[in-house]
């Protein structure tokens, strides 16, 4: 899974609870993204970073935040989950040089259930 | 505005046979094109991608797509599919306008039958 990993894997929490997701990367790659995953609507761009501190908002940013301290750590955050972000989610990396042709690379997933 | 679809929810096809995992797409611009397969609980894998230049495009495990602007499709194929290529393919367009913002399909299940 190209150098990332994503912490935790499997994580059960209740409505109204703070959520993190951590995204790790080994490639000092510029880019990192979080996207969801749910049947049916492939996976949709959440957020995404350009560089440390640089961020901005995706398809469906409502209810998330990130951060980025670090070149390797890109972290979302739900505030306050609902059980409507029950999903899975993926990090993804990449290598930008002019953008419109980088590859990105996943990474395997966390599972994430809000009851 | 960027779209793609998948309009097949699910492909069969028998170990041996040609595949085919259909994609068309949207875009303003022009388009840069992906395909990526997901097995079961990993994440995506990058298979191929057309950026320009010759239309039939090689990519990783024998796949290839062929860039068609006129129909705007990206259809993914195999000559002689294996079992073990069974799993859930992801279509993806950027338009050259849209920056890193890579929107998917919504995905095909593909089933190889011994």
């Known amino acids: 899974d190209a150098g990332i990993t994503q912490s935790p894997r499997h994580k059960v929490t209740e409505t109204g609870t703070p959520v993190t997701l951590r995204c790790h990367q080994t490639e000092n790659h510029r880019y990192m993204y979080w996207y969801r995953q749910d049947p049916g609507h492939g996976l949709r761009l959440i957020h995404y970073s350009y560089g440390v501190k640089d961020t901005d908002k995706g398809e469906v940013s409502d209810g998330y935040s990130v951060s980025r301290s670090k070149t390797e750590d890109f972290l979302l955050t739900l505030e306050s989950a609902t059980s409507s972000q029950t999903s899975v989610y993926f990090c993804?990396?990449?290598?930008?040089?002019?953008?419109?042709?980088?590859?990105?690379?996943f990474g395997p997933g966390t599972r994430l259930t809000v009851l | 505005a960027q779209s793609v679809a998948q309009p097949e929810d699910q492909v069969n096809v028998a170990e041996g046979n040609p595949l085919t995992v259909k994609c068309t797409y949207s875009v303003s611009g022009n388009p840069y094109l992906f395909w990526y397969v997901q097995y079961p609980n990993r994440g995506l894998q990058f298979l191929l991608k057309?950026?320009?230049?010759?239309?039939l495009v090689k990519g990783s495990y024998g796949f290839e797509a062929e860039f068609n602007k006129s129909q705007t499709s990206f259809h993914l194929k195999k000559p002689s599919a294996l079992v073990s290529d069974s799993a859930l393919y992801f279509c993806a367009v950027r338009d050259d306008g849209a920056g890193n913002m890579l929107t998917f399909g919504g995905g095909t299940r593909l089933m190889v039958k011994p």
């Open positions: 057309y950026i320009t230049g010759d239309n």
């Open positions: 993804a990396i990449s290598d930008s040089g002019t953008g419109i042709s980088d590859t990105q690379y």
